[in-house]
């Protein structure tokens, strides 16, 4: 909650992120929606997530200073391209509609509920208003406090990442407008055996926990993916 790095904070979030996912999991075998919020989610995650992290490169300047809550401030006047973008992705990782984050995680939660699992969708909505706060700081600074000289954005990055962004920024809205079309997509690219879309999920996790490592090496230093991806089963049983 007190991090100010926009990088290292997306990085540590997705762990919350990968929670969720294994709340889908645990519930999937219960209810005749089986792995397609799941299959749902990852999508959503990853498009929010690809779009974030292109937005941050983007912002880097020297030593990070562009990615920190101060070097983002006032980006709505400087930039508002890149401050709407930004918007987007943060208030997706939220589960605020009309984003996708909103859908996937809404159509988790109610899978849930009618597998049963009162307490475990509470703790989970709990944890995703906490996470409210983190993200909708982004946008105060963006938008609410006066830019910074040090933290001015310097433009001249290349065309392939403004489309990059905006690519994601269209695939964000499109999933959280039309969720029920994506949703019988994600059902129909699910596995019709049980134990074979178990296996394509955990491919999944791992895939994600990986990538989750090679975010924390960024910023933090060498990670074993073991120990993450044993964190963050930990945090889904809690």
Same mark, same amino acid.
């Given at each position: 909650l007190q991090q100010t790095n926009l990088k290292r904070?997306?990085?540590?979030?997705?762990?919350?992120?990968?929670?969720?996912?294994?709340?889908g999991v645990l519930v999937a075998g219960k209810t005749d929606q089986g792995y397609g919020p799941v299959f749902l989610y990852l999508a959503s995650y990853t498009v929010m997530n690809l779009g974030a992290f292109g937005l941050v490169s983007l912002l880097a300047q020297r030593a990070d200073a562009g990615t920190n809550l101060h070097g983002l401030a006032g980006l709505s006047r400087k930039n508002p391209?890149?401050?709407?973008?930004?918007?987007?992705?943060?208030? %997706?990782? @939220?589960?605020?509609?009309?984003? !996708?984050?909103?859908? *996937?995680?809404? =159509?988790? $939660?109610?899978?849930?509920?009618?597998?049963?699992?009162?307490?475990?969708?509470?703790?989970?909505?709990?944890?995703?208003?906490?996470?409210?706060?983190?993200?909708?700081?982004?946008?105060?600074?963006?938008?609410?406090?006066?830019?910074?000289?040090?933290?001015?954005?310097?433009?001249?990055? %290349?065309? @392939?990442?403004?489309?990059?962004? !905006?690519?994601?920024? *269209?695939?964000? =809205?499109? $999933?959280?407008?039309?969720?029920?079309?994506w949703m019988a997509i994600a059902k129909r690219a699910v596995p019709t055996s049980s134990a074979s879309a178990e296996l394509a999920l955990i491919d999944s996790l791992l895939v994600v926990a990986r990538a989750e490592a090679l975010k924390l090496e960024v910023t933090s230093g060498p990670v074993d993916v073991g120990e993450l991806v044993t964190s963050v089963v930990a945090t889904g049983r809690m």
């Open positions: 904070m997306l990085a540590y979030s997705s762990i919350a992120h990968t929670g969720y996912l294994l709340l391209w890149l401050a709407f973008s930004m918007s987007v992705f943060l208030l %997706s990782m @939220a589960g605020i509609p009309p984003t !996708a984050g909103f859908a *996937a995680k809404y =159509l988790m $939660l109610s899978q849930a509920v009618q597998a049963g699992e009162i307490p475990l969708t509470v703790i989970a909505v709990l944890c995703s208003a906490i996470s409210v706060y983190y993200y909708l700081r982004v946008l105060v600074y963006m938008s609410m406090r006066e830019p910074s000289a040090a933290g001015a954005y310097q433009g001249g990055r %290349s065309i @392939a990442a403004y489309v990059t962004v !905006a690519m994601m920024v *269209a695939l964000t =809205l499109q $999933l959280g407008l039309q969720p029920d079309r």
